[in-house]
């Protein structure tokens, strides 16, 4: 959907990440978008992620080192300076350093959508020592709400009640604590520009804890939207993308910006 939008405006190539070094001497940036799993090809994509940043190229979002773009360390380090986290260790040494619980969530460090992650027993996980992925204490919530980003701007946020297993996605208004929570990791990440999502889990409690902050190529959940919203919502992005390149001459004559897209 976003690359028909930007396709009106826009001279586009559009292909896989993996065939995307032939193409770099003849474009002027990179928009990173739909490319998960990419842990089903990790060590191609690391190579593709160092040939970018090495071509002195603007992508979109930009290949920083903080959030989702290198895997799910992040957590373990958020959760070491006391941001609001799920508590997050990645070895069983550190277990006393995690709440006292029942059972415990581990997911691979790279992996989306849920693959890979499971519950297990505390002497299941002693059992195991699992190597390369996150430990969380099992955290019963409420619902997951995610509030979406364009250039560190609030757009709108969604709420499921379990975003694994997700039938239904509904609009949610973000209160303003909600909106200082999101904020407080839009400031952490420090991305110059482009489409941020992040994720939390609204506990039993009322309080909001970070699941993830999704600022590679986060999934916009466009299709759930209304066609107003889609619209609204894509118009940003291209105006986004329009103020990263303006820089460009020849992008600059390339683009006539429209007020909306199509979805």
């Not at 032939?22 to 990173?32: E, H, N, P, Q, R």
């Not at 992925?133 to 701007?153: A, C, G, L, R, T």
């Not at 604590?177 to 999101?182: M, N, R, V, W, Y």
Request: aromatic share 12%; charged share 25%; hydrophobic share 40%.
């Amino acid at each position: 959907m976003v690359a028909r939008c930007l396709a009106s405006d826009f001279d586009l190539i559009v292909c896989h990440p993996l065939e995307c070094l032939t193409f770099l001497k003849a474009v002027d940036g990179v928009v990173i978008r739909n490319i998960w799993p990419t842990h089903e090809y990790q060590k191609d994509w690391d190579y593709v992620k160092a040939a970018l940043r090495a071509s002195g190229l603007t992508v979109y979002n930009p290949l920083t080192f903080k959030g989702d773009v290198e895997g799910k360390d992040y957590l373990v380090a958020l959760y070491d300076q006391g941001y609001p986290v799920i508590p997050s260790i990645d070895e069983v040494g550190a277990l006393d350093r995690l709440p006292s619980c029942e059972a415990y969530w581990i997911k691979p460090k790279h992996s989306c959508d849920g693959v890979g992650a499971r519950k297990l027993t505390r002497e299941e996980l002693l059992l195991e020592n699992p190597l390369g992925y996150i430990i969380q204490p099992f955290v019963e919530f409420e619902y997951e709400p995610s509030f979406f980003f364009i250039d560190d701007e609030f757009r709108h946020a969604i709420r499921q009640k379990h975003r694994l297993f997700a039938t239904r996605t509904i609009a949610y208004e973000a209160t303003e604590g909600d909106l200082d929570f999101a904020r407080m990791f839009v400031r952490w990440a420090g991305l110059r520009f482009g489409t941020q999502r992040v994720d939390a889990v609204r506990t039993k409690d009322g309080t909001l804890l970070l699941t993830e902050v999704e600022n590679l190529c986060p999934y916009l959940y466009l299709s759930e939207m209304d066609e107003q919203s889609q619209q609204e919502f894509l118009s940003a992005i291209k105006s986004s993308l329009v103020g990263v390149f303006s820089g460009n001459q020849d992008f600059e004559e390339l683009v006539g910006v429209k007020d909306a897209c199509d979805p």
